[in-house]
């Protein structure tokens, strides 16, 4: 893949430069611009922040020097973002502002097109504040995650063995937990998914500013009168199996205390551990309904649920992905089918992906992507690709909204069989 991609300019009247950890002030008060927040930005002072400094972008007004900032927007360096049978490296767009004075001047748009040129990854992934947002730039709807409510005392189905386990309910910190949430956080098949089946999506924080960010507990996250972070462990013979994190809030009515757990991490090795987990977070006392902050949409609580309908489910879309080079992306990940097929795709913003291009690979194997001559069986936009990447969005439903189109007969159902696979994508955590 060639590096010389043209960047879009920045409007007139704007500059852009590398922020660094000078910078904290300005990025904080830009950020809470972008998105309201109760607190003042000296609120923030204990509060660890997770950038890489590096990969830290400012957009400054010419006329404005020391004015503060117009823009901002960072990634993430995810080196193991995990793709369906494999990991690929992953830029995470995130920190993603514009100051409401300088919106809907294409600021946006020039630091979307100069994160895509300086990205040496094949893969970009975001989390979107608003879905409409980044479609226009090639992202697609990766994948969804599930939020729900479950009342307390729901009924769980028995598992064997999760009675064996003993349970641990403790202040969270990182002394006492870091080493057993970064081990049973990035297991495979996570958060409670088989070993030996990845689950795409399901990024584990790489950095050590990023655990530092998830162990801090300043009273500024204490939003809505939540209490400081908890930690359930469940373990069997003396090892951890399993951990959630939480914090509860208390709400004192006539008819009886109506508490609410908030869940965070919700995470086990195996059913009999997310079994005997499950069971704990739902039969906490003086709380009437225990709320996951998100999990995939075929997470081990939905198939434990006697009565799944109680949980009153909803979806909303979780990671969003940008595939930046085509080849290394198609050949870097894995099929759950075999498949041979040529897919002609379209991209707007980085015309060295558009074209037509052989996929090959065994079921579970290895792949190859290649340019090739030969016409398309599929065409499709590098949005679609994003979406249908981690296998969570099938090529056949995109083509039912037209987004796919099919020129040989039976590729549609072979592709769509091989681009899926057998645990649903998601991030446990939004960045
Ligand atoms: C979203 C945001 C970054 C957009 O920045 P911006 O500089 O105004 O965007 P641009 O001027 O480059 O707009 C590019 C295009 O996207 C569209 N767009 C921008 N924000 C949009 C939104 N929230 N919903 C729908 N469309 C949007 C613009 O209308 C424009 O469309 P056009 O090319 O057809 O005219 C900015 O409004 C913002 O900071 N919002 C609050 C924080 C936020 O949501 N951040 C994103 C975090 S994931």
């Not at 030996?196 to 500024?220: F, Q």
């Not at 075999?338 to 290895?366: H, I, K, M, Q, Y």
């Not at 190859?368 to 090529?395: I, K, N, Q, Y």
Request: with cysteine; aromatic share 8%.
């Amino acid at each position: 893949m060639t590096s010389d991609r043209s960047r879009s300019s920045l409007p007139a009247g704007y500059r852009s430069r590398q922020l660094t950890a000078d910078d904290r002030g300005a990025l904080l008060d830009l950020d809470t611009w972008a998105f309201p927040d109760p607190h003042a930005v000296a609120d923030f002072d204990e509060l660890p922040l997770p950038l890489t400094w590096e990969r830290a972008v400012g957009v400054e007004a010419e006329d404005a020097p020391g004015g503060g900032l117009a823009a901002i927007r960072a990634s993430y360096p995810f080196a193991h973002f995990p793709v369906p049978g494999a990991t690929l490296p992953t830029a995470g767009l995130t920190w993603v502002g514009v100051h409401p004075q300088h919106r809907r001047r294409g600021l946006l748009t020039a630091m979307i097109d100069d994160h895509l040129a300086r990205c040496r990854e094949p893969l970009s992934a975001l989390f979107a504040a608003e879905a409409p947002i980044y479609g226009r730039f090639g992202y697609g709807k990766a994948a969804d995650d599930l939020r729900i409510s479950v009342p307390r005392g729901a009924a769980l189905r028995d598992v064997p063995g999760a009675a064996d386990h003993t349970v641990r309910v403790e202040h969270g910190d990182r002394a006492s937990h870091g080493e057993l949430v970064a081990r049973l956080h990035q297991a495979p098949g996570m958060p409670a998914g088989p070993a030996g089946i990845n689950r795409p999506g399901w990024a584990t924080r790489e950095s050590e500013a990023l655990w530092e960010s998830y162990w801090a507990d300043p009273k500024s996250f204490r939003a809505s009168g939540r209490e400081s972070l908890r930690v359930v462990v469940v373990e069997r013979d003396g090892e951890p199996r399993g951990y959630a994190t939480f914090r509860r809030t208390m709400d004192w009515q006539v008819t009886g205390p109506r508490g609410t757990v908030h869940l965070g991490d919700v995470v086990a090795l195996d059913a009999a551990a997310a079994r005997a987990l499950w069971g704990v977070l739902l039969d906490l006392d003086l709380m009437s309904s225990t709320d996951p902050f998100l999990l995939p949409v075929d997470d081990a609580v939905m198939s434990l649920l006697v009565d799944p309908r109680a949980a009153g489910a909803r979806v909303t879309d979780n990671v969003w992905v940008r595939v930046v080079d085509v080849p290394a992306a198609l050949a870097g990940r894995r099929y759950q089918a075999d498949v041979d097929v040529v897919l002609g795709v379209t991209d707007a913003r980085l015309p060295e992906n558009a074209g037509a291009w052989r996929v090959r690979a065994a079921a579970f194997g290895e792949a190859s992507c290649e340019r090739t001559e030969a016409a398309p069986d599929l065409e499709l936009d590098v949005r679609e690709l994003g979406a249908a990447f981690l296998g969570g969005t099938s090529l056949a439903a995109l083509a039912g909204a037209g987004l796919v189109v099919e020129r040989s007969a039976g590729a549609l159902a072979h592709a769509s069989a091989a681009f899926g696979w057998p645990l649903a994508p998601a991030c446990g955590w939004v960045f």
